[in-house]
């Protein structure tokens, strides 16, 4: 394992979050549905007033159907893709020492000075 993929953990936390999060959005975005009320009146005699009401979904997704699709599987293999980053550095955290984890996690994640990583070691 070397510095940069621990480096990259860091992004691959935020960014599991992240996509999460667009992913939730996009669904909510899909399941959205408009309504608005028009006026109008007959075509005939008594040109009476009348209030109508519409529903539908929105135009985005009626405008190109398979697009919303196609980002949502962007999303998914980035977040795939992320996932397999974090699991990867986990499992490989679990087995070095405990102090070597503490290190790791003070200097690496924590982004700590050397001088602050030894007095929260204990030295």
Known sequence: MDKQILKDYIDACAQVKETKEQLLKLRKAKKRREQDAVKGSSHEF???AQTFRIEGIAYPLVQDPGEEERLEEVLRERLRN???????????MNTI?????????????????WGQVAVRMGR
């Open 97 to 113: 020492p405990m102090r070597m984890q503490r290190i790791i996690r003070y200097r690496i994640f924590e982004d700590l000075p």
């Open 46 to 48: 008594p040109y009476t």
């Open 82 to 92: 992320a996932e397999k980053i974090k699991h990867d550095v986990e499992a490989w």
